[in-house]
């Protein structure tokens, strides 16, 4: 079955860059979207198609996705920003899948 | 703005069925199609399966496809999700969601599922 690996943390200063990767076969070849879930709530998809962000979602937030790593890049990162990430793909065999999530923290 | 109702927490014992509805605010459910996800504590999320709210059609995760029947009532706007032979393991928090242009745009709000003797 196809598998999406993520860090387990990163750990970023405010202000900063924080990158959040996400591996997985030919990876590059699939949509990715990435959600943020906060503690006791529901995810919210902050990038899809790769490159997509939803209105609403903060311009701090990009995506890339090229051979076997996507990447979530957020850029001027605020407190409001710590969260679990996951990637998520489409894929032929398994249909959807999720990576491990990472935990974001800001500190 | 659609939005997505879950029903409310569940206590059910191992072996048991658990039944979780998921009902869709707008009038154009039958465009929709319903995943659902769940999330043990302080763990990935899990896709489970999907159903077309026009066709009904439905594909499941191959980990839950004995187990789990997902099913719509279109005249209520609701989809359901049916796990059986509960376990431990399947304590969980369970969400439903729509998916738009390759994302999970809405989510519910998710249902406790407590498995316990």
């Known amino acids: 079955s196809y598998e999406l690996t993520q860090p387990p943390s990163v750990s970023v200063s405010p202000g900063q860059t924080a990158s959040i990767t996400c591996s997985g076969d030919?990876?590059?070849?699939?949509?990715v979207c990435w959600y943020q879930q906060k503690p006791g709530q529901s995810p919210v998809v902050v990038i899809y198609?790769?490159?997509k962000r939803p209105s609403g979602i903060p311009e701090r937030f990009s995506g890339s996705n090229s051979g076997s790593t996507a990447t979530l890049t957020i850029s001027g990162t605020q407190a409001m920003d710590e969260a679990d990430y996951y990637c998520?793909?489409?894929?032929?065999?398994?249909?959807?899948?999720f990576g491990g999530g990472t935990k974001l923290t800001v500190l | 703005q659609v939005q997505l109702v879950q029903s409310g927490a569940e206590v059910k014992k191992p072996g048991a069925s658990v039944k979780v509805s998921c009902k869709a605010s707008?009038?154009?459910?039958?465009?929709?199609?319903i995943h659902w996800v769940r999330q043990a504590p302080g763990q990935r999320l899990e896709w489970m399966g999907w159903i077309n709210a026009g066709s009904g059609s439905t594909k499941y995760s191959q980990k839950f496809q004995d187990r789990v029947t997902i099913t719509r009532d279109t005249s209520t706007s609701t989809a359901y999700m049916e796990l059986s032979s509960l376990r431990s393991e399947d304590a969980a928090v369970y969400y439903c969601?729509?998916?738009?242009?390759?994302?999970?745009?809405?989510w519910g709000r998710g249902t406790t599922v407590t498995v316990s003797s």
């Open positions: 969601a729509r998916s738009l242009s390759d994302a999970f745009d809405i």
């Open positions: 198609q790769d490159i």
């Open positions: 998520q793909a489409w894929d032929i065999s398994t249909a959807v899948v």
């Open positions: 030919k990876l590059g070849d699939k949509f």
């Open positions: 707008g009038n154009t459910f039958t465009s929709y199609v």
